[in-house]
């Protein structure tokens, strides 16, 4: 078992990483995702110490390696990486970029290493390239070559940082079909990557990392279709988001349509469905603009999901609970109309606050 206790680092005032403390089960394959720069890679490199944490442990079973004075060559032979680009030597072939670090670290004879490299290189379909150079290869094989050569240090568990992001696309299904068949012969892996299907498919557990950290955790079911966490819901769901807050005595009705106009447009969506959105939000906000109190605030929500192209609105005003939607103050053209152009209106009240969600 990998665990990590109170994990932090920072490139000088950018803090990366902030407090994550997680623990990875022999055996798992986890799946790290998350918007680009959130830290995936920095978190899977501080694992074997590429980057050192500013502060925090690691674990190995009972074992510190992030003890001063700790053996780094044994704890990255125990955690081997794939880089996503390969870092192969160049001027070597494929076989002797193999069998380098078990002659030098693990102390095998040449024979030994051959043999043992012949045996990783075929289990990655590439044996009969053993006296290629690197750039003899194409990147999916020159992957592959990254991991045989990453399989023949015997770790434990092997960290994936993207491995499929530096290939032309046609490459990226012979590298995660080598990686699949690694999972299933039960090796443990840690893998960064922005292949969601892969994710959804492979790994025993997700996680999905935001703010800092490991912002949800949990089986591929569960982040990929019951996320919980708002942050997680719009990376899963690709959801497009529109947020508009204004304060009532200064506002514009024209600016929030085009505004409005302006996200339904760049998300591509037809002229009916964008009429129908401006139309609703021109409605909702003329009727609360009629009754212009003091420091009344609204606030307008889009939501567009891309997979399932559903559309969702959602209104906040913090007037008083008589003034909302169906009180009678409300026009009932303007009720009718929102009615008409929605599958559901619901509301509720929030924080003292009138909250209006609607499906288009
Ligand atoms: N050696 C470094 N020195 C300074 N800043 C760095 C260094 N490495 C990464 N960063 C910054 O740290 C942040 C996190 O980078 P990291 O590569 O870990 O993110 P990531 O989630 O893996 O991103 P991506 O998905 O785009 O690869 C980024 O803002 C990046 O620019």
Redesign the pocket.
Known sequence: MISIRNLSKS??D?L?LKDISVDIEDGAVIAII??????????I?CLNLLEQPDSGQIFIGAAEITKKGVNIDAVRQKLGMVFQSFNLFSHKTVLENVILAPMKVLKLSQEQAVRDALEYLEMVGIANRADHLPSQLSGGQKQRVAIARCLAMHPEVILFD?PT?ALDPTMVDEVLSVIRKLVRSGLSCII?T?EMNFAKNVATKVFY?DEKGIYESGTPSDIFERPQREKTKIFINKLKVFSGEYKLSEIDLYEILRQVTEYCLKYDMNKRETNKITLICEEYVTNLMKRRVSDERIAIFLRYNENDDSKEIMFKDNFSPENHFESPDFDEMSVLLIKGFTKSVEYRRENGQNVFELKL
């Open positions: 490139y000088g950018n990366i998350g918007p680009s720069g959130c830290g995936k890679s920095t978190f490199r993207e992001s960064v922005h990392m």
